[in-house]
């Protein structure tokens, strides 16, 4: 059996990894992984943590709502970023400069 610390550890390094690719990278495309890589080691740690409780199945309702949450943030995710390029012809999220209708 695989300790939870090994799952909380690796659940952090994704985390990390989310954290650095939005921080560092100006395509709203790889900000938007960066997001889901941050949800799924949230899902990571749990589901180990309900792992350790009486009712494991706790951590895995709470996996589950994070999903469906990020299943909806991808939908609206991608529609403002086909808007977006529609518009301004680039994705870059340091080109976009304004938000009004001129």
């Known amino acids: 059996m695989i300790p939870t610390s090994w799952y909380i550890i690796i659940g952090i390094f994704l985390f990390c990894l989310g954290v ?3 921080i560092t990278r ?7 992984i960066g997001i889901e890589l941050m949800l799924n080691a949230a899902n990571l740690n749990f ?4 792992r350790m409780q ?5 951590g895995q309702m709470a ?3 994070v999903i469906v949450l990020a299943a ?13 390029y529609k518009r301004y012809r ?3 999220l340091d ?6 209708d001129e």
Not at 26 to 32: C, G, P, Y
Not at 47 to 50: E, I, N, Q, T, Y
Not at 95 to 100: A, G, N, V, Y
């Open 63 to 65: 996996a589950l709502f």
């Open 20 to 22: 650095f690719a939005v």
């Open 47 to 50: 589901v180990a943590f309900g």
């Open 72 to 84: 909806a943030e991808v939908a609206v995710g991608l529609a403002i970023v086909l808007n977006v």
């Open 26 to 32: 100006r395509n709203t495309v790889i900000a938007l």
């Open 90 to 92: 680039t994705v870059n």
């Open 95 to 100: 080109e976009i400069d304004t938000l009004s």
């Open 54 to 58: 009486v009712n494991p199945f706790e």
